[in-house]
């Protein structure tokens, strides 16, 4: 049992984490399915999206290890990847001017602007238009972006009139996405900003940020001729994600701005 071990509970825009630095202990039992939907549990665990397991890297200054609640392992989490970057200068792994983060999907830079983290991530991949698109349940357009992790993009006349559970759990498992599926995102305008929701797998439910979502939407959005190389997107939770958008030698190269928030710190009991 892992009973007394340190953890931190941190939110990204909403999108919550359960993270464990490894130098407290062994993590093996912690990277365990069972003991991660434990944790995650709202009810009966502590509560989160999704784990983190901060370990020593020989790449970089810190690597990061996510799980989703359902216990799979997740090859990015760009609000993970935000609040690690936080809470790496909490600990004293990294400066906060520029750090290195090893993930699954490669190496990541990032830094703290302020108090809010920042993070390079990897270019976005297989960018195309799909077809699945529903006119006459307000959605305008669809498309599909690897950022991190696959994700569908759905462009709405309204994101507060989607049924993000039922519409997000078809396309998320649509044949075009892979045997793995997709994240699924809802976006329409709001002002000056883009409203954003997000049914995600690994949780197969609605969640109140997505990081990654948001790099993907912002892509689609751009390469649809709807915004410019900087787009704000305001999350289910009310927080805003912001992506800057660059391109270089025919790849998108994109940059994450979010919330990394300290809720608070605990020791595990009988999770």
């Known amino acids: 049992m892992t009973g007394g071990r340190r953890f931190y509970k941190m939110s990204g825009s909403g999108n919550d984490f359960v993270i464990f630095d490894s130098r407290d202990g062994d993590v093996a039992e912690l990277a365990e399915p069972d003991r991660i939907r434990r944790l995650c549990d709202r ?14 890297s020989s790449r970089a200054d810190v690597l990061m290890k996510y799980f989703n609640s359902d216990g799979s392992v997740g090859a990015m989490c ?3 990847a935000l609040c690690v970057t936080r809470l790496a200068v909490g600990l004293g792994l990294a400066k906060p001017a520029a750090m290195t983060l090893e993930t699954d999907d490669g190496v990541l830079h990032s830094r703290l602007v302020g108090d809010r983290p920042e993070i390079d991530l990897a ?3 297989g960018i195309r238009e799909a077809a699945e698109a529903r006119p006459d349940a307000g959605e305008r357009r669809l498309g599909y972006a690897v950022a991190g992790v696959p994700h569908v993009v759905v462009l709405c006349d309204d994101v507060a009139d989607v049924d993000v559970g039922a519409r997000g759990a078809t396309l998320r498992r649509a044949v075009w996405t892979g045997p793995e599926g997709a994240n699924v995102n809802f976006v329409s305008q709001e002002g000056s900003q883009w409203a954003m929701r997000t049914f995600e797998r690994g949780v197969e439910a609605e969640t109140l940020a997505c990081g990654t979502g948001a790099v993907a939407t912002a892509t689609l959005l751009k390469t649809w001729g709807l915004t410019d190389a900087h787009t704000a997107l305001r999350t289910r939770s009310g927080c805003t994600l912001e992506v800057a958008l660059r391109e270089a030698e025919g790849s998108v190269l994109p940059r994450l701005r979010g919330e990394g928030r300290l809720v608070f710190e605990g020791s595990l009991g009988e999770v």
């Open 43 to 56: 009810r009966q665990g502590i509560g989160a999206d999704g784990v983190v397991i901060v370990q020593p």
């Open 78 to 80: 760009g609000n993970a």
């Open 123 to 125: 270019p976005v991949r």
